[in-house]
């Protein structure tokens, strides 16, 4: 995985509160065996008219979001099922943060293991980014801040054992396998 | 030792190292359950870096989301359905036999949807530690088991070593008292309980449901219940076990040895939580004042009584793009509206007494004309225990299709899904847009409210029909 220390970006808003992982992506293309390639399903319900051309109205479609690397979402962004598809379309659509109020559980677990951060900010600063989408935001994962275009800078909460795995592009298992003598230890002793 | 909850006493019971500021705790998983749609980007992990499955002993592997269920598709000569699905299906089918897991095939008398068949095979034991790559993983913690879903980065980790590496959660006491009236059941509660805290109000806790009401349920309808647990944003959900749940692991055809059952029943009471426990948040819901419940937006949280109105507040933009997807209106009653599909199963209400339920309903009436109905086991014992009991002639004589046990329309993935503005009554677990299907509008209920709506072709109090 590659290391991630600043970003720095326009932003995309997608306000509405409780955007589900069905959204991000639909089952329906959940029926693959690798993982690539999946940034062309991502929000297809929302981006796609049924004859797939794309929906200019949606905010993924405008001119303005092309390059975008960080989405700024509505409260509760990525409920629902477990899919890791959620992060890994988000990723290869070319996000590396999503910026809320509030992440969901699972979602925000398998978005740090995929180079995606979870950024949850306080309620005002949220409102301020969603009312001015477009922004240039610099998120700092070493200072752990998220800094506005007039220079003010709010720290947000990420645990700090996944901070140093992507600051350093390390590999979670890697660092569970070294715990192995510890995992058989516990198995002797607990008859496992 | 200070007074302990279930929750902490199950932790510890699994943590190989504790957690510290810079480090997660590194948790043992005692069973990992597996199916086609979240597994094959993690064993082709384990391939690419060399690795085994540590403990194929631990693991079980079986097909249920985007299996089909209609029968020529199983037991005949038609095609699983869309190719990219087909080769899921034989990907974990190459993988199992590579890698060494039991997988409960297509055609095993022992497949079905992961969260019914644990339990029912007696896989799922109360203390356990449990994950799967799905998020209603929660289901297991109807027997005192701590479950919860996993991503399949995370599923790698569990097949690579057979821990995870986790964060401890809080603990959320959710205090049931009364008792269901007749007519309403562990999914109109389970409804009740997220309308109550949110979707995101159990977010960062396990809950545990605790109660008068909680230790009248059945094991079935405490299955309902903690299935649930994720859509109010928590990841599991806990229910002490008791001599119900002891009744029920005495008949599972996986169980431990005679001698050993009564040691291992009274480590099985012994996780309760103690009395005086803490919990980090409390919550109080009185069963008795409950009514059958169904949603009426897009996420589970936007529910009511089957007798109420929608509501109209102008200005949240929230519930009026809702209403915009389910073509309704604010102020409008839900009872009466037409209704075109209605969908029984899943791992939240795809149990024998699901079934019994809507055949309670069935007997002797007929599905609507116009409305279609499906009724979908969850799992092959199921439909074997419901063709024994004539509740799948019941089905069949009153209009409803029969299937092989799957996810089915729950996520319409596997070729059952509910058509673009068609209208279901469904008693799964989301209500998400595009859920089960595109354009799809889906109402979660209970099995007699979904029965019954496919009776009258309209939205339908059970109880009318009782």
């Known amino acids: 995985m590659e290391p991630i220390k600043t970003l720095r970006s326009t932003t995309v808003v997608m306000p509405s509160t409780n955007i589900d992982t069905d959204q991000i992506i639909p089952a329906r293309y959940l029926t693959v065996t690798t993982k690539t390639g999946l940034g062309q399903a991502l929000f297809a319900d929302l981006r796609y008219a049924a004859d797939g051309t794309p929906k200019p109205d949606f905010v993924l479609n405008r001119p303005e979001a092309a390059g975008s690397r960080i989405l700024v979402a509505g409260h509760n962004f990525g409920c629902g099922s477990s899919r890791e598809h959620a992060p890994w379309a988000l990723h290869d659509y070319g996000f590396r943060a999503v910026v809320s109020s509030a992440i969901a559980d699972i979602f925000k677990s398998n978005a740090l293991k995929n180079g995606l951060l979870p950024v949850i900010v306080d309620p005002a600063t949220h409102r301020w980014l969603v009312e001015h989408p477009g922004a240039e935001v610099t998120i700092d994962l070493e200072t752990t801040e998220l800094a506005l275009p007039d220079g003010r800078r709010v720290t947000f909460p990420i645990d700090r054992f996944a901070r140093h795995c992507l600051l350093n592009g390390i590999d979670e298992l890697g660092y569970l396998r070294a715990q192995l003598p510890a995992i058989e230890r516990y198995e002797a002793a607990h008859g496992r | ?466």
């Open chain 2, 1 to 466: 030792m200070p007074a302990r909850t279930m929750f902490e006493k199950v932790w510890a019971a699994h943590e190989v190292v504790p957690e510290t500021p810079d480090t997660p705790a590194v948790l043992y998983i005692d069973l990992h359950l597996t199916h086609e749609v979240t597994s094959p980007q993690a064993f082709a992990l384990l391939r690419a870096q060399g690795l085994k499955i540590r403990r194929p002993d631990r693991t079980l592997a079986t097909l249920d989301h985007s299996t089909p269920t209609r029968t020529e598709q199983i037991f005949g000569d038609e095609p699983i359905g869309p190719t990219d699905a087909a080769r899921q299906v034989h990907q974990l089918e190459a993988n199992a036999k590579e890698f060494g897991v039991e997988l409960y095939g297509l055609r095993d008398p022992r497949r079905g949807i992961v969260h019914v068949i644990g339990p029912e095979q007696g896989h799922t034991r109360p203390g356990m530690t449990i994950v799967c790559g799905d998020s209603h993983t929660s289901t297991h913690g109807a027997l005192g088991a701590l479950a919860f879903g996993i991503g399949t980065t995370e599923v790698g980790h569990v097949l690579a070593t057979q821990c995870l590496l986790q964060r401890k959660p809080k603990t959320l006491a959710i205090e049931v008292g009364g008792r269901l009236g007749a007519g309403v059941t562990a999914k109109d509660l389970i409804l009740a309980i997220i309308g109550r805290i949110g979707v995101s109000g159990g977010t960062g806790y396990v809950l545990e449901y605790r109660g008068p009401a909680i230790t009248a349920l059945s094991m079935a309808e405490r299955m309902t219940v903690c299935n649930m647990s994720i859509e109010a944003g928590a990841r599991a959900g806990l229910i002490a076990p008791d001599e119900v749940t002891l009744a029920y692991l005495a008949e599972r055809p996986h169980q431990p040895r005679p001698e050993d059952f009564d040691a291992a029943a009274a480590g099985w009471r012994a996780l309760a939580s103690d009395p005086g426990a803490a919990f980090d948040a409390r919550v109080e819901i009185d069963a008795s004042a409950l009514e059958p419940m169904i949603t009426y937006g897009t996420n589970p949280g936007m529910v009511l009584p089957i007798g109420g109105a929608i509501p109209g507040e102008r200005g949240d933009p929230v519930l009026e793009r809702a209403l915009a997807y389910m073509g309704f209106h604010g102020g409008e009653p839900m009872l009466g509206k037409r209704v075109d599909v209605v969908f029984v199963g899943s791992c939240t209400n795809g149990r024998l007494e699901d079934l019994q339920a809507t055949a309670k309903i069935l007997r002797g009436r007929r599905v609507a004309p116009g409305v279609r109905m499906l009724v979908v086991p969850g799992s092959q014992q199921v439909k074997r225990e419901a063709e024994a009991l004539g509740l799948a002639d019941v089905f069949r004589e009153a209009g409803a299709e029969w299937r092989e046990s799957g996810c089915s329309m729950c996520l319409g993935m596997n070729g059952d899904t509910v058509p673009a503005g068609a209208t279901a009554v469904s008693t799964s677990n989301r209500n998400f847009e595009g859920r089960q299907g595109v354009g799809a509008r889906t109402l979660l209920a209970s099995p007699y409210t979904a029965a019954a709506c496919a009776v009258t072709g309209r939205i339908t109090d059970p109880r009318d029909l009782l």
